[in-house]
């Protein structure tokens, strides 16, 4: 950490910060310039992250030197972590495709769609039971309901769920359904939510809030991994900014960073990110060039009628041939797209 | 609802829109123009809305007309809402002040702090037990003891108590402990928390989030006003830019925005909205000045040893310098500030 | 500056770095922390900020420690600068309103509106003879016939004349007929033509670009002030934000640390800062009470035919009542708002 | 257009809206809902779209229908352009790389940078003569002396010249040097220049500004097609945003959108658009793979000794590497990425 004092800060002020730093068991080192005096905090920086020093009398800026989080990063564990969910991974030398739709609708509408997505080669299907909606007079899930027909999915498929909690009294419920808890971008910083998720063991697929940063989702998976879950898979899905053309903007540069900055697996979801049915498959392929792990899309044998995000899904047969897409762009990047085989067992596609 | 069709939809497309209309009960105009065919939706707006037109081949877009709140709309109550706190109002002719701590850290502290905002003028003590933290280092809140002290607060000073909750598990026992639910930025679209703490019936201060529009956060207040509860106090807090000199960016012109939009009182947050303790009076001035209702602000006896937020906290002398500040520029406003008189009683202040 | 080295840096590389900024002719201190080891760097620190350090192997992040700006800084120059225009003054004790249509539409329209706002107490007329145009089929302005339409309100109502140039082919010309040069948000960084007009000695309006920081602003008065010119006038007219109900976002924050960090005058333009009529006046007042030394804004006659931006414009009896508004709010910030007498020598309003 | 009035308008209201379009030629379809009112405009919408229909009381928003652009849409050539630059084209079958320096700093540092990209396979060298600096303390270029370095590379090497311009006054100069101008992002709605840019003749590289979005890139374009220059490459080089961790966003997702809505050629910028070396190669595929028609990245041969933007050059090892990843994804594309042959003819790559 390094502290830098204002203009003018008498050698008494210089003091004054020097003495609170060693009362917390740490070192500084004074460093007098023409335009200001700077001292380097030297020692645990997270013993000191908490205090409030910019608050000190003739402090100007406090600066950071090391990232906030610890069991996130790449220093902490150099080999990517791989997080299995059924017979699929995520972190591997694999893509690893999600599709569903977005929401839970009925028992037809599930089955339709988990066929299809199964047959077009997704891993793992996703639906939401309960779907946080802006609007309280919109859709909001079937309930467990929605989660027993996830489960005759999963038993007729042989697909693990993703599913979304929004509630830390449904997390042990959930749980008892789903191969994957979904934490949505809403809820990335709803803390007790992600604790309570993170202790039930199960892999966690947590969404990039809209207005996170590359560091504020790592910081939201440290909770989890703090709570001895290792089983973190991080998604990109958009960030709020003033374009209005799309929904949100996928921020492809976050796949790198956070596979350089993480050892956790990065996916992509380009339905969220972009809201148009169009632009789906074009940052699914960027998403997989930029080095992601997976992408999670949603798909809607009938978008028009969907209760929940229509514009933004894919039908079957775009599924299909953004998954033809994906595999050439993985290929060329000298991975596979992973796929269930039909006996259940998941081996790798060659095409 | 207007209906925007791509060009070159044939007749055919048109008329498979039409129907999908009145499917839904409603009545469709079509309007041929020479580069467009538009189709305005005549009806009740709110059934369609909840159908993804968009998905339809042949549309282009969809507008809503209406603004997709009601309850917190001026159109439903054309009278301000007031919401009582304590022997305080939120939205009527005064201006209210909270203060407190960002997180009560001891009993000690909240006793200072508590008697210095009282004396300062504040007709709420602020104060988190529960804290959302970005890092799971950071400190985390007392829970129920932080909740006792905020009671014991109240009894000695006579000032009511504004805390936050961050679990639906515990709406139940803050419920107990205080008089506003607050509900944070982070917490502005957990439509689950919204909605029990809504139901207890207490008043709600919701916390604009970072990243959510004017329209989100009536949105919001949707949800607590279907609950039957209608002692909503929105709060502007600064949302995300680009600027990177303050922390947030204290949107102003959200308060004459939402006054205009809707019957709620509207408070400004300019400690969390600057994270700069010299902004905070402009600020304040300033949100009084652009027609808010009330001011909330951290105040700290001791900032640099604030466990939480300290260079963002008012001393308890930079408070009562503020309080004249915004006395004057009320005054002006033809307002005033209310006060807690010594026997409890509130009355309104004249410098 | 401060140079963070990365994790490992061999004593090899941290000397590597050492040697090149005793190059330079400064002097390095090094500190060797647990994490990382940092590098101060001592001595002028602006011969070392072209040079990208942060590109040598090794160098994990380079932060700068002063601001890159120097004349525009209040460490340069603790008094205010204030600005002369005729006898109006931009950064005294008072606050002076610019008023005038968006664009100079025909003689006729100017003379009409310049009436009004010279009765409605503006002390100086705005108005665009060159009109920077989103689309190229949008109104482009009068050019110089526009200037002449000026000139002659000027002679005719008193009125010092703010208008915009936005080519360094035109810099003299306009200059021969405006009092204050104005830099539109889109020109903040053009900086040939800030460089230009800065060489005519003019007193110029710059405005912050929509996506520009306080610190951006601040360099691009720099560059005026490094041509000899100390003749600015900071303006805050709204940054792109998420936020859709309104054109801009007024960051009304930059107002008191734009006066913090700088000794030049910051005036506000809540007229394109919100696009929204009824939100001027508020955000007019809301500007003065944080310490804006002036306001400008437009004024229509006939909004709903102005050939640009009519939405935003005031009616002049609109003006008047936020004259008195802006009036009653600059006088409880013990100010006052600059008049201009019927005799043609300004004076200060008394209500 | 569409027009909808505000609650209450009354039969007189809305005929005075009905009367002020039929004035301007055009047709009005109302349609009266049972909340709202709207009027659907028939006719040509450009007519209307520069008055300020907003204005008019009653008016409570004005929806565009069409995009505000024309010439630039693909609804007006359905087919690509494809824009020649000497051997070299863009908006082809091919992805085609232009590098170089971020700026000319010397004839020894340009003909070394140029040697290197030739033969990593660059189709034009890029470098900046004249420098649109932040702060006026930095090198600003070598202005026609780097112009002339340029002209040297282009003989000794046949690389095509990509060079900046930034002063109306300077473009017929320029445009004597380069093969295409260069409008930068600070520059993209600097309305004088890319007009006068655009009647030369000569291609120009556009690139989109830090806070424009998607629509007005497009209406800059359109600036340089009413000229009767139809040879535009549009560039996507980020654009701002809250996330801290890169210098700009990189919107990937506005390469399919521009190329939905435009016939234009798109390429990207990854070197300002990250920032960080690092990300270069990653967003680099990432573009190519989203449908991008070309890149453009910066290699100096001595990052840490580049007068500007050392941080974000590529070694010219880390360029040839690049080059590799890119023609790996471009030909999983199906596309090839052009090369100049050594005998001077460009042919097309096969690895």
Redesign the interface.
Known sequence: M?I?LK?NTTEEGIQRVVK?IKELGLDA?V??????T?I???????RI?????????GVEHV?P??A??KMASR?FQPEDTVVRVGQAEFGGAGVSVIAGPCAVESRDQLFAIAEAVSKGGAVALRGGAFK????????QGLGEEGLNYLKECRERFGLPIVTEV????HVEMVARYADVLQIGA??M?????I?EAGRTGKPILLKR???A????LL?SA??IL?QGNSNVILCERG????????RN?????????LR?ASHLPVIVDPSH??G?R??IA??A???????ANGIMVEVHHC?????????Q?LLPTDFAEMMDEVT??A???GKTVSRMPKTGRKETASR
Chains 1, 2, 3, 4 share one sequence.
């Open positions: 390094i830098v203009p609170r080192m460093s007098r310039g023409m335009m200001r700077i380097g905090v030297i020692g645990e920086e997270d992250r908490i205090q409030p020093l910019e608050a000190i009398p600066m030197v090391l906030p989080y220093e946080p909606r802006t609007s309280p007079y919109s859709f929004v509630d830390t009294r809403r809820n910083q709803n803390f007790s939510l604790t809030g809209m207005s940063t590359v560091k504020d910081m440290e909770y703090t960030i709020k900014t003033f374009e209005d053309g799309t903007t996928v921020d492809i540069s976050a796949i790198p960073a350089l990110g972009t148009r169009e632009l074009p940052l392929r960027a998403a997989v060039a930029a080095g978008p028009e009628k969907a209760l929940c995000d229509g514009p899904a050439i762009i290929e060329a990047m």
